[in-house]
């Protein structure tokens, strides 16, 4: 029910911004998120956006270069990257979860199947 796009080749520095289409309403009422999985590692939490659309939360290891944002009427959320680095190559994730505590938790209720981010150096 939550479809990614918007991944791709980049060079470091470079922006890029990843959709998140969700299909019968399946954002409504739940708090979103962006996970990441790179290779050889374990997926891990990237940002959180609460139900309201009020509240962000993010990883240090993103936080000031990505925004997480969401459009009600579309039902689709998003992730601005920014100064990409070579480290944020991963297969991404958007995820929907009841609370945004819940997404931090990866108590998650909705995944996407993923979009490739590859940032060259």
């Known amino acids: 029910q939550l479809v990614e796009s918007g991944g791709g080749l980049v060079q470091a520095g470079g922006s890029l911004r990843l959709s998140c289409a969700a299909s019968?309403?399946?954002?409504?009422?739940?708090?979103m998120g962006w996970f990441r999985q790179a290779p050889g590692e374990e997926r891990e939490f990237v940002a959180a956006?609460?139900?309201?659309?009020?509240?962000?939360y993010y990883s240090d290891s993103v936080n000031g270069r990505f925004t997480i944002s969401r459009d009600s009427a579309k039902n689709t959320g998003y992730l601005q990257m920014n100064s990409l680095k070579p480290e944020d190559t991963a297969i991404y994730y958007c995820?929907?979860?009841?609370?945004?505590?819940?997404?931090?938790?990866?108590?998650?209720?909705?995944w996407g199947q993923g979009t490739q981010v590859t940032v060259s150096s």
């Open positions: 956006l609460s139900r309201s659309g009020l509240g962000t």
């Open positions: 019968r309403r399946a954002l409504d009422g739940y708090a």
């Open positions: 995820a929907a979860a009841t609370t945004m505590g819940a997404v931090e938790d990866g108590s998650i209720d909705y």
